[in-house]
C-alpha cells in the first residue's frame, strides 16, 4: 500500500522564522511531488512541485526532494501569519492505470504566530 | 495556473434525493479528472478517477453504483450522489490533471453537501 507521511503538528513558528515541513513516502516508484496548502473549509491550493533530486526555491518557498531517502520537504523563509494553514504532501505515480493518481499525507496544520 | 470550478459551492438536501455536482476545467481541457472526499480534520481521500469518455475508476470501498461519475467532455465531469444520507454529509472537492507531460493537478473550490 502506498503511503505518505507527515511529520505530525502543529507545527508553530513566530513571524520571520522559518518552517520546515516534511514528508516521507514509500513507493519507490513515485516520481512527482506536490505541496499544497489548504486553508480551512477550502480547497487546496498548489505551492510547488519537484520531480528531480535536490532543491527547487520560488520566492520563500523551497522544495527539497531525496529519492533515494524517499523524502520531500518544504521550507518556508520568513513566514507571515497568512501562511498559517494546513500543507499537505501529495505523491504521485506516472505509469499505468496510477498516472497522475495522488496520495496525500494527513497534513500538518502550520500556525505562524506574530 | 489552470482553473477548476466547481457547482455548488454548497448544496443542502434531503435524505434520499440525489445531487449532482459539476465539475468544469475553464481554460485547459481535462483529459483526467479526480473526485476527492475530506471529512472533517482529515486529509483528502481519492474516491475515483474519470477519464473522458470511458467509465470511472473507484477507489477500493467507494460504491460506484452510489456515486456516479460521467465525464461526457474534456472540461466536464459531474459526481453525482444517489439516495444521499446524513453520512454522505462532506466535502468533495475534484481537481483536473492537464497531462501533457505534466503532473499537476489543480483543484475546484470544493462542494459542501449536507444531508439532513
Known amino acids: 500500500q502506498k503511503e505518505v507521511e507527515q511529520n505530525s503538528g502543529p507545527l508553530s513558528v513566530p513571524e520571520g522564522a522559518i518552517a520546515s515541513l516534511n514528508c516521507t513516502y514509500s513507493?519507490?516508484?513515485?516520481?512527482?511531488f506536490f505541496w499544497y496548502r489548504q486553508y480551512s473549509g477550502k480547497s487546496p491550493e498548489l505551492i510547488m512541485f519537484?520531480?528531480?533530486?535536490g532543491d527547487k526555491e520560488d520566492g520563500r518557498f523551497t522544495a527539497q526532494l531525496n529519492k533515494a531517502s524517499q523524502y520531500v520537504s518544504l521550507l518556508i523563509r520568513d513566514s507571515q501569519p497568512s501562511d498559517s494553514a494546513t500543507y499537505l504532501c501529495a505523491v504521485g505515480t506516472a505509469g499505468g492505470t496510477s498516472y497522475g493518481k495522488l496520495t496525500f499525507g494527513q497534513g500538518t496544520i502550520l500556525t505562524v504566530h506574530p | 495556473g489552470a482553473v477548476v470550478s466547481q457547482h455548488p459551492s454548497w448544496v443542502i438536501c434531503k435524505s434520499g434525493t440525489s445531487v449532482k455536482i459539476e465539475c468544469r476545467s475553464l481554460d485547459f481541457q481535462a483529459t483526467t479528472m479526480f473526485w476527492y472526499r475530506q471529512f472533517p480534520k482529515q486529509s483528502l481521500m481519492l474516491m475515483a478517477t474519470s477519464n473522458e469518455g470511458s467509465k470511472a475508476t473507484y477507489e477500493q470501498g467507494v460504491e460506484k453504483d452510489k456515486f456516479l461519475i460521467n465525464h461526457a467532455s474534456l472540461t466536464l465531469s459531474t459526481l453525482t450522489v444517489t439516495s444521499a444520507h446524513p453520512e454522505d454529509s462532506s466535502f468533495y472537492i475534484c481537481s483536473a490533471y492537464g497531462g501533457r507531460g505534466s503532473y499537476e493537478q489543480y483543484f475546484g473550490p470544493g462542494t459542501r453537501l449536507t444531508v439532513t
Open positions: 513507493d519507490r516508484g513515485s516520481q512527482s
Open positions: 519537484i520531480y528531480s533530486n
